[in-house]
């Protein structure tokens, strides 16, 4: 399997006991609604499948799994923050009209007052607001996604088009 046949969910935080189990963390919002038969792993840019013998849900974004042919820790040990990822078609269907901040991974983000900023390289969610992330001028900046910054966005031409606050990109750029 290739990475563009399949969708990123989250990666291996911790092994737990000496029985193989390992923690994953989710960074794919609708967890719960995933199946487990199989995740990839991402291993030296390659997607290596690991059959999944167990799989329990916690509410915190985390889930513990036993793999097939995995019954030691030693086994499980290269897995320890390795990305995981499932295939496309295991991706859950989203009603009509249905939007996330974490689509606009890709969008060409557009400031009104700066013009043309970058391609949002990632979006990352923290437990106050969404943030997304761009190389302007040679540098990473960080600006937060969020209704009082995001002027219009067009899914059809990938562009997202802010008024973002004055001064905010002069934090990176002065350095």
Same mark, same amino acid.
């Given at each position: 399997?290739?990475?563009?046949?399949?969708?990123?969910?989250?990666?291996?935080?911790?092994?737990?006991?000496?029985?193989?189990?390992?923690?994953?963390?989710?960074?794919?919002?609708?967890?719960?609604?995933?199946?487990?038969?199989?995740?990839?792993?991402?291993?030296?840019?390659?997607?290596?499948?690991?059959?999944?013998?167990?799989?329990?849900?916690?509410?915190?974004?985390?889930?513990?799994?036993?793999?097939?042919?995995?019954?030691?820790?030693?086994?499980?040990?290269?897995?320890?923050?390795?990305?995981?990822?499932?295939?496309?078609?295991?991706?859950?269907?989203?009603?009509?009209?249905?939007?996330? $901040?974490?689509?606009?991974?890709?969008? !060409?983000?557009? =400031?009104?007052?700066? +013009?043309? #900023?970058?391609?949002? %390289? /990632?979006?990352?969610?923290?437990?106050?607001?969404?943030?997304?992330?761009?190389?302007?001028?040679?540098?990473?900046?960080?600006?937060?996604?969020?209704?009082?910054?995001?002027?219009? $966005?067009?899914?059809?031409?990938?562009? !997202?088009?802010? =008024?973002?606050?004055? +001064?905010? #990109?002069?934090?990176? %750029? /002065?350095?």
């Amino acid at each position: 399997m290739k990475h563009e046949e399949a969708f990123y969910i989250g990666y291996v935080t911790k092994t737990r006991g000496l029985k193989g189990e390992v923690q994953v963390f989710f960074e794919f919002d609708e967890y719960e609604q995933l199946e487990f038969d199989v995740v990839f792993a991402d291993m030296n840019g390659k997607l290596v499948p690991y059959f999944v013998a167990s799989a329990k849900l916690q509410a915190n974004k985390t889930g513990y799994f036993n793999f097939d042919d995995a019954d030691h820790i030693d086994k499980v040990q290269p897995l320890l923050k390795k990305k995981l990822y499932l295939p496309l078609s295991q991706m859950p269907e989203r009603e009509e009209g249905e939007f996330f $901040y974490t689509d606009f991974k890709g969008y !060409l983000a557009i =400031d009104e007052t700066l +013009g043309e #900023l970058g391609e949002i %390289l /990632e979006v990352n969610e923290y437990p106050q607001q969404f943030v997304a992330t761009v190389m302007y001028k040679e540098t990473e900046i960080l600006f937060p996604l969020n209704e009082d910054f995001i002027v219009e $966005y067009d899914e059809d031409e990938k562009t !997202l088009t802010l =008024d973002l606050p004055q +001064g905010l #990109l002069d934090i990176y %750029l /002065e350095s």
